[in-house]
């Protein structure tokens, strides 16, 4: 992955998800009642949120967790309450501000949000790291190559999605009708399981991983496939 290419899609992302559609994915993450279309969204969400927990420990203290693509921290949350010390980091200062207006004061000394690039050394070492709905959004190689950026600082395991290249999904997106009109995203890119497999086998900065678990969910127009790659 060339730097150039990495910050032109990072600034698509900030622009997208800081300005064009802040206010429609503050409501999806809420609890506020919303249609029955995003709806779907939001169960494919949450669906995706319960299996990546599913892969870490129920008891997380003293433990260092990577949110990279934190949104408005639903996850980070979560991880919070099972102990861990959460750097959770996104593009978006927008979301990042109202992810700590609905973080709860007893969790503040477990949570720390950051508007910025998940790569940046800055945040250090972890023993996990969660992708959730971030790395959807680049090409296949791409994407392993942010894998093994991540692998580079992390102990034990990386737990990412990505959008499971499909013909219902690819004909999804080519007509615009992955998501609801106004959390419509252009930059959600498919890729095959064989084919990131593939990738991740043969990529020199995850040579010490395998991929230890995959799963895959679908609400209507939300697809997709949470991976679990494993230090090994």
């Given at each position: 992955m060339t730097t150039i290419r990495y910050e032109k899609k990072r600034s698509e992302l900030e622009e997208y998800f800081d300005r064009t559609a802040s206010q429609a994915w503050a409501k999806l993450t809420s609890d506020a009642p919303v249609s029955g279309i995003r709806?779907?969204?939001?169960?494919?969400?949450?669906?995706?949120?319960?299996?990546?927990?599913?892969?870490?420990?129920?008891?997380?203290?003293?433990?260092?967790?990577?949110?990279?693509?934190?949104?408005?921290?639903?996850?980070?949350?979560?991880?919070?309450?099972?102990?861990?010390?959460?750097?959770?980091?996104?593009?978006?200062?927008?979301?990042?501000?109202?992810?700590?207006?609905?973080?709860?004061?007893?969790?503040?000394?477990?949570?720390?949000f950051h508007a910025g690039d998940m790569l940046d050394p800055k945040f250090?070492?972890?023993?996990?790291?969660?992708?959730?709905?971030?790395?959807?959004?680049?090409?296949?190689?791409?994407?392993?190559?942010?894998?093994?950026?991540?692998?580079?600082?992390?102990?034990?395991?990386?737990?990412?999605?990505?959008?499971p290249s499909t013909f219902a999904l690819e004909l999804m997106i080519r007509s615009g009708k992955l998501f609801p009109k106004k959390d419509r995203s252009p930059f959600i890119v498919p890729i095959a399981e064989n084919q990131i497999r593939d990738e991740i086998k043969q990529?020199?900065?995850?040579?010490?991983?395998?991929?230890t678990f995959t799963q895959k969910v679908s609400s209507m127009f939300y697809k997709s496939q949470t991976m679990e790659i494993t230090k090994k």
């Open positions: 709806a779907t969204v939001r169960a494919g969400r949450d669906q995706t949120r319960d299996i990546l927990l599913s892969r870490l420990p129920e008891n997380l203290a003293g433990t260092r967790i990577l949110d990279a693509g934190c949104g408005t921290g639903a996850l980070a949350v979560e991880l919070a309450k099972r102990g861990a010390h959460v750097i959770a980091v996104d593009l978006s200062a927008t979301l990042i501000d109202l992810a700590k207006e609905r973080l709860d004061p007893r969790l503040e000394h477990l949570v720390e250090g070492y972890f023993d996990y790291v969660v992708c959730m709905d971030s790395v959807i959004h680049y090409q296949g190689n791409d994407k392993v190559s942010v894998l093994g950026q991540l692998a580079k600082n992390t102990q034990h395991k990386i737990i990412f999605t990505f959008a990529a020199e900065d995850l040579k010490d991983w395998d991929v």
